[in-house]
């Protein structure tokens, strides 16, 4: 309510005298296939009104404005078209506007084939600029998404939370991590193209949205081009096939479908071991009431099974390549992966529209249900199975802290050459060993989230004259979410030992203690979160000004329910814990100065609380409801400022941009060696800031008719704002005898302010041409430079328990300050070059569309990697010294690293 008073008097602020309005109308119509294009969506420059063309390709638009202004004509998969015309007071036909088909449109399959790539172990933080901005035009983020994207460039530094997805207006982001699951609907591109996407802190019809952007996907069948459409994919990146197919009904009654289907797979991708295993479906029925009312069904249905892969060390890396991956190896001569992630979470939704000339409503029911599970080995009282393990590697011997064993070392060398991968005959081998009396030494387990997601959600878009907007929406969405282990396969063994290896303590002192293959062990909870919002947003046009003013207001809940005892929480863990309730606001709000119809300035800014992300609420939800002490909302306060030109010939645009994020928290889980002790430990950081700031250039300049040339930069700079308290929680919690009294013990404060944040380059810098030939062929080539990417650091290793020497309990003699900061100094990873090659062409052979797409990325095949992040074993200033003294640190950082030369070629054929 505290938002109300503002928001009426933003309303009383935009109301103005009506002026007389001229008419602008014309008709979009195919240029290859002489046929009108319905649902095109036409826009006067200079103002954020938009308008769609019938099922004949017609527009009318009208307008008070005079003078020289743009009418920007775009519709999915053309080109878009700038008409200068000039406003006297009097109506205006533009006539027929031939819009040239775009060729590159299967741009989009290699953008997905780039980011459907996990960045670590534990999370999959796909690229901000993942799928969000395939609907956009705008020339730097695309560079982002289709170039900086394979190096995991993200826009401005953001994680991928920070976007907002919607489908049908019904919001997609999960509770569990704040991002959106594109792998829900990953191979359905012909049928998920229909999108619209509003850019950072702009205006957005269907909700408040995210700092990044929003992008709303509509799946209406009328809103898509009818026939059917075959393609057929190559590539060497995550898949290596792809076979689609889609048929949409014509439009020539009151109902339509659209039926879409998808097979992916690969037996290997670009990374050894990652197999690809995906099927998806789509089925979409409209039906027009009337002619303002219908409804729509949509189902979609996409399953995804792929191999997983892991960051190495620079040693492993000399060792065995940057294809390397230990998570697999043979088994009866066939490739076996240990980590593999599969995921199947079928959508259905409903919705209605209403739509007169002046309000749209969408309102909205949907369901979503299934899991997402995660398989790795486990090992217990055995031998680590990882190829990988620091004790089988060279550096451990070259390391000793007794003096370098060359011998040994040497032995580790060639061992790990002729052996790089899991034996999996030797886990069977030592589960049928008799002394174990059939007790699993090994097992293979799934880690699995049931979720069921329920949303319903009004969006209601009121034209209140022709230079005033209102928006306004109202949504409720709960997700009942079952988290738990599972036993895959017991690797020869006849049956499990259901105790926590850390603690020798049972995880279900209610349960039996030895499990079988199919059972749940090791944990099981469920996590509740709902949450209730709404949101008003003015949008007002004036002759030289435009403005907005949106607000948003929401309460979320989260409960966890233990379904497992566990022993060392036996008061702590089973049933339902105590409810977590967060209210939040946010405002936001933007202003336009049009100098002429081709040259304007916008400024924006937000500000708004949020709610911790549900992982980052409970300290280890897998063995009790213990909430993070003191858990408050996020803040974030962002602004940015643009300049637009636009020119028949030069286009750009130049913006700057400034985020705080404040108090948010974050969880680790890690086995950490310190001055207080050895034990496998989560580590709370609470009270964190961040900020983000930079510039982007985007530029593109028509040198002709056929040739384009593009100019993108970025330089930002995100960084650690302040020295967040950390505190560390015990696995031994709850014994006897732990190591901390209560299991945990406050570090006090990290001293990261100052360092980098791992988000990616953030400097990129690329040059693009083009060349379009009016035969439908075109080529271009992009020349990239990427620089300023850091390894993520070790936080713990930034607290004074650093500095203490576990034998004295004293400060190292040597841990001067001198010495500390040149250990601790963060690890700016190297600088690299992309150029990449793309090419398309298109033929209309007797009334049958066909086109190919072809791209080459990384050409000249350069070696670089695309993150890291420090290992927190050594938790010490006397082992980390003494670890750095070789040229291979025993627990040296991590890297992921990207491919080389990829290709990915498209054939499609409508009819």
Same mark, same amino acid.
């Given at each position: ?23 602008? =109308? ?137 976007? /907002? ?57 009328? !809103? ?21 197919? #889609?048929?949409?009904? $014509? ?46 069904? %949509? ?6 099974? +792929? ?68 398989? +790795? ?77 329920? $949303? ?99 309460? %979320? #809940? ?16 089973? !049933? =339902? ?16 100065? /049009?100098?002429?119809? +081709? ?9 708004? %609380? ?63 060696? $310190? ?140 841990? #001067? ?10 690890? /700016? ?33 350069? %070696? ?29 950082? /991590? ?17």
């Amino acid at each position: 309510m505290r938002l109300l008073p503002l928001f009426l008097c933003s309303f009383a602020l935009f109301q103005v005298i009506g002026q007389e309005s001229i008419s602008i =109308k014309g008709k979009l119509v195919d240029a290859q296939l002489n046929r009108p294009i319905p649902n095109g969506r036409v826009i006067l420059g200079g103002t954020s009104l938009t308008y769609e063309t019938n099922s004949e390709g017609e527009f009318e638009l009208t307008t008070p404005l005079t003078g020289e202004r743009l009418l920007v004509c775009t519709a999915n998969d053309f080109i878009t078209k700038r008409l200068a015309i000039q406003l006297e007071g009097t109506n205006l036909d533009v006539g027929t506007v031939f819009m040239e088909p775009d060729v590159t449109v299967e741009q989009t399959d290699n953008l997905i084939t780039l980011t459907d790539i996990e960045l670590s172990d534990d999370v999959e933080a796909v690229s901000a600029s993942a799928g969000l901005l395939q609907a956009t035009r705008d020339v730097f983020l695309n560079r982002a998404a289709f170039d900086f994207g394979q190096a995991f460039f993200r826009v401005r530094g953001y994680d991928s939370r920070e976007g /907002k997805v919607f489908i049908n207006n019904m919001p997609m982001n999960k509770f569990f991590d704040g991002r959106p699951q594109w792998n829900n609907w990953g191979g359905l591109n012909d049928v998920v193209r229909n999108q619209t996407f509003t850019n950072g802190l702009e205006a957005a019809e269907m909700g408040f949205g995210g700092i990044l952007g929003n992008t709303n996907i509509d799946t209406r069948p009328s !809103g898509l081009r009818p026939g059917l459409r075959l393609s057929a994919s190559a590539s060497n990146r995550t898949y290596s096939g792809r076979l689609m197919a #889609t048929y949409t009904s $014509s439009g020539n009654s009151d109902w339509h479908y659209t039926v879409s289907g998808s097979r992916r797979w690969a037996t290997e991708g670009y990374i050894d071991g990652t197999h690809y295993d995906a099927f998806s479906f789509f089925g979409a029925l409209e039906y027009r009431l009337n002619e303002r009312n219908s409804l729509l069904l %949509t189902s979609i249905m996409a399953k995804n099974r +792929r191999g997983r892969s892991a960051a190495i060390t620079e040693e492993v890396f000399e060792l065995a390549g940057n294809r390397y991956n230990p998570y697999w190896g043979y088994q009866n001569d066939g490739m076996r992966s240990s980590r593999e992630r599969d995921i199947f979470e079928p959508i259905l939704m409903l919705n209605h529209y209403f739509e007169s000339q002046n309000i749209q409503i969408v309102t909205g029911v949907s369901y979503q249900s299934g899991s997402r599970a995660r398989s +790795r080995l486990g090992y217990f009282n055995a031998p680590n199975p990882d190829p990988t393990y620091y004790r089988y590697l060279p550096s451990f011997y070259i390391n000793n802290p007794i003096g370098a064993d060359f011998t040994n070392a040497a032995l580790a060398r060639e061992g790990f050459l002729q052996n790089p991968q899991i034996n999996w005959n030797n886990l069977y081998l030592a589960n049928s060993n008799t002394v174990n009396q059939g007790k699993a030494a090994y097992v293979l387990q799934n880690d699995i989230v049931e979720d069921a997601r329920f $949303s319903v959600n009004s969006v209601a878009n009121i034209s209140m004259g022709h230079r005033f907007l209102l928006d306004l929406g109202l949504g409720h969405t709960q997700t009942n979410s079952a988290n738990f282990a599972e036993l895959d396969d017991l690797l020869g063994a006849d049956f499990h030992e259901d105790i926590d290896p850390f603690s020798n303590t049972r995880n279900n002192i209610n349960g039996p203690l030895n499990k079988e293959e199919g059972d749940v062990f090791s944990y099981h909870y469920e996590v509740e979160a709902t949450t209730l919002n709404g949101f008003v947003q003015a949008r007002k046009q004036f002759d030289k000004w435009s403005a907005f003013f949106a607000a948003e207001a929401s309460r %979320t #809940t989260y409960r966890r329910t233990g379904l497992f005892q566990n022993e060392r929480f036996s008061q702590n863990s089973l !049933g =339902k814990g105590e409810k977590v309730d967060f209210s939040n606001f946010g405002a936001k709000g933007g202003l336009t100065y /049009k100098i002429t119809a +081709r040259h304007w300035l916008r400024a924006q800014a937000a500000y708004l %609380t949020r709610s911790p992300i549900v992982q980052n609420v409970y300290v280890n939800p897998r063995e009790s409801h213990e909430v993070v002490p003191d858990i408050e909302s996020e803040t974030v306060s962002s602004m940015d400022m643009d300049y637009f030109l636009r020119l028949p010939d030069l286009t750009g645009r130049i913006s700057g941009f400034y985020t705080r994020f404040q108090n948010a928290t974050d969880i680790n889980f890690f086995f950490v060696d $310190s001055g207080l002790g050895s034990d496998f430990v989560q580590e709370v950081i609470t009270d964190l800031d961040r900020v983000h700031m930079g510039i982007e250039v985007g530029i593109e300049y028509q040198v002709s008719p056929a040739v384009e040339l593009s100019l993108v930069a970025n330089v930002g700079k995100y960084l650690f704002a302040n020295h967040p308290a950390v505190t560390i929680n015990f696995d031994t919690a709850g014994q006897e005898e732990p190591i901390a009294p209560e299991g945990n013990i406050d570090l006090g404060l990290a001293n990261i302010k100052g360092y980098r944040l791992a988000q990616g380059p953030q400097k990129a810098v690329a040059f693009g041409v083009e060349y379009r030939d009016p035969d439908y062929w075109w080529v271009g080539a992009t020349a990239n430079y990427l620089a300023n990417n850091y390894a993520n650091i070790s936080t713990i290793t930034r607290t004074q328990s650093f500095l203490i020497d576990p034998e004295t309990g004293q400060r190292f003699v040597d841990a #001067t300050e001198e010495n500390v900061a040149k250990l601790l100094q963060q690890q /700016k990873l190297d600088d690299f070059y992309l150029l990449n090659l793309v090419g398309g062409k298109s033929w209309l052979i007797d009334g049958t569309y066909v086109s190919i797409f072809a791209s080459i990325n990384n050409v000249f095949e350069a %070696t670089f990697r695309t993150g890291g992040y420090e290992q927190s074993r050594n938790g010490n200033f006397g082992q980390l010294q003494q670890d750095n003294l070789r040229n291979n640190p025993t627990f040296a950082p /991590k890297y992921w690293y990207g491919y080389g030369r990829t290709y990915f070629l498209n054939v499609a054929v409508s009819f």
